[in-house]
């Protein structure tokens, strides 16, 4: 079997289709690669979707729309109205309600055929092999390197493929996993990312942002592979990355190939602290201001400095009164520490109070012993002080 050859079908076909199902699915079942037989497996098929967010929405709506017969969805989260601009399986009415819930209605109105099943919690790695097991092709949709790392090893375990997809701003990636591919053309996302880019260099959406439309484009692309998968048609991107630029509206993909110096996986580990994601802590109180505790500060007359470590376009969306925008960058690589003043008490603050928290130890190691960070950022303002402010 070549590097670019098909791989043999994941799923057995179901029994025949019936009259109803035939209708339904007509303009799969002329096409040759197809056909009953492809549109059978497909109605045998287990799938794992992991999150019902950006990702997960098109994702979700075209497996139901292709006739995967039992489609699960991990997500505990529930429906924000930020969601909506890329979440396109909930909607207004959603908001508020679990996110898993929402997107098992808009299935069922896309096909009713499909058995939806919910996992309504957190994935550890204390459930995810076992979960795993329960299906025969896991979709990783997820925003943060703890969980894609918990994702890859759970699968490399659990014997299972999965199709993972990540987004930032204007460029997504999407690329197959399987470390128990055949004839030897295993590999994982170990042998792309061997270690954890350090904490704070990639941001999340939240933190970052996303362009809507960019969820659709690579979602597609994973159900597509999704789809090959099961029906065993097509190359596959096993052992190939696709990267997507939508500004420059490129398409262009990188051989992977295994690391040489990769140790098997045998067992699940802490992925937090794999990723060095450090827990949040309370105790070092001269580290952090509370909303509440800034605004006694501020109305009592004291001196202080909020610097905003945020980027001029969030500056733009909403920011403090008496704030002075420094972005984070700046203060990390030394440029702006002149800026700051050594003779008053300098608050910074971001969006959530990852960025703010990153620079604060910038600044702790400069020496400016007295600088703390505000808790929650600009979004805590606004619901704990300033609920006048517009939230993003």
Excluded at 37 to 61: D, E, H, K, W
């Amino acid at each position: 079997m070549s590097a670019n050859s098909p791989l043999p079908p994941l799923v057995e076909p179901a029994a025949e289709l019936s009259r109803d199902e035939v209708a339904r699915y007509s303009r799969h079942l002329i096409i040759p690669n197809v056909g009953t037989v492809g549109q059978r497996r497909l109605r045998n098929a287990r799938v794992l979707v992991i999150g019902a967010g950006g990702l997960g929405s098109p994702t979700l709506m075209y497996l139901a729309a292709a006739g995967v017969g039992t489609i699960g969805i991990v997500d505990f989260d529930v429906v924000d109205e930020s969601n909506l601009q890329r979440q396109v399986i909930h909607g207004t009415s959603d908001i508020g309600r679990s996110k898993a819930q929402s997107a098992r209605e808009s299935i069922r109105e896309i096909n009713p055929h499909v058995d939806v099943r919910l996992h309504e919690f957190r994935l550890e790695a204390s459930n995810a092999v076992e979960l795993f097991g329960q299906y025969d092709l896991i979709l990783d949709g997820a925003d943060n390197f703890a969980t894609r790392y918990l994702v890859n090893d759970a699968a490399v375990l659990a014997g299972r493929p999965y199709v993972w997809g990540s987004i930032y701003r204007f460029e997504g990636q999407v690329s197959v996993f399987w470390d128990a591919a055949p004839d030897g053309r295993g590999i994982t996302l170990r042998d792309l990312y061997p270690e954890a880019p350090p904490p704070g260099t990639v941001p999340s959406c939240a933190e970052g942002g996303v362009l809507g439309v960019l969820c659709a484009s690579i979602g597609s692309i994973m159900a597509t592979e999704a789809i090959k998968l099961v029906t065993g048609i097509g190359d596959s991107l096993l052992g190939r990355l696709m990267i997507y630029d939508a500004l420059a509206m490129q398409y262009r993909t990188v051989k992977l190939s295994r690391d040489p110096d990769r140790v098997d996986v045998t067992e699940l580990v802490d992925y937090d602290a794999f990723c060095g994601v450090e827990p949040v802590v309370e105790a070092d109180r001269d580290w952090a201001i509370t909303p509440l505790e800034l605004r006694e500060l501020l109305d009592s007359g004291a001196d202080v400095a909020i610097v905003d470590v945020r980027e001029p376009v969030e500056w733009d969306i909403v920011h403090l009164p008496g704030a002075t925008l420094i972005p984070k960058d700046r203060i990390l690589s030394g440029e702006a520490l002149a800026e700051l003043p050594l003779d008053r008490r300098i608050v910074l603050h971001c969006k959530t109070g990852i960025r703010s928290a990153e620079a604060l130890a910038a600044l702790r190691r400069a020496g400016f012993a007295d600088a703390v960070h505000l808790q929650g950022g600009v979004i805590a303002w606004a619901h704990q002080v300033d609920p006048s402010l517009p939230v993003y």
